[in-house]
């Protein structure tokens, strides 16, 4: 079993841990006291001290990738007892100009390698009666976005899918949750602003966009993320599960 918390001795796996919220959520952890796979398509460095985290490079969307990354944690560090899944892309386009790559891309990276993983980690969790799934997913599954469809959609489909997951887990003590951030400083959102006006754009709304703004006046940092990640893995959230917590700074007035 592991500690207080339900963090402390246990061991997470983290994916899209190389930066940005993955970064964030796996060091959040590690502080936390659990021992940390972070899995990333990038390199990542590994630190030592503290709150170490164990980088593993894998593109979860190749041919046996995701049961080989699985052992290998495994193998290392132990049961799965926490799974995060913050790995993520995002093609801007609108759905006339989107191409069957962006389209097949996205959802490969966003919805099927979530789903896979799942089941692949869920397994032995189910085996040992315990664990905690959370996906970080995104407003834009509950809000309609120019030139964000496909991203959309693909998160979209992992919420509904974490949510199912979770009702079938439940008898067993396996808990499943989503947290929707809205615009994070990460290098994904910075990749978005094509000008200085950009970000204020991001907080104050755009009328051409349909976007409201966020009521709150700031981005959200990745570590309000980590927190709320933190949160729901921790025993304080022992009797939540299927939630879905927008961290948005009420962006989305919880369309």
Known sequence: MFGAEGTSGAVALVTGAARGI???????????GARVAGIDLRAASTPTG???????????????????????VENDLGPVDILVHVAGVLRPAT???STDDDWDHTFAVNTTAVFRLSRAV????IDRGRGCVVLVGSNAA?????????YSASKAASTM?????????APYGIRCNVVSPGSTNTAMQRELWTD?????????????DFRVG????????????????????????RHITMHDLYVDGGASLRA
């Not at 959200?220 to 025993?235: G, M, N, Q, T």
């Open 142 to 150: 509950g809000v309609p976005r120019r030139a964000m469809a496909a």
């Open 214 to 237: 966020i009521p709150l006046g700031r981005l959200a940092d990745p570590s309000d993320i980590a927190d709320a990640v933190l949160f729901l893995v921790s025993d304080r959230a």
């Open 161 to 169: 899918l974490i949510r199912c997951l979770g009702l079938e887990l």
């Open 122 to 125: 869920t397994a032995g969790m």
């Open 196 to 208: 200085d006006n950009s970000r204020g754009g991001a907080l104050e709304g755009s009328a051409e």
């Open 22 to 32: 993955g970064a964030a959520v796996a060091s959040a952890l590690a502080d936390a």
């Open 95 to 97: 759905v006339l100009d």
């Open 50 to 72: 503290p709150g170490t985290v164990v980088h593993y490079q894998a593109d979860l969307t190749a041919d046996g990738a995701i049961d080989a990354t699985v052992r290998r």
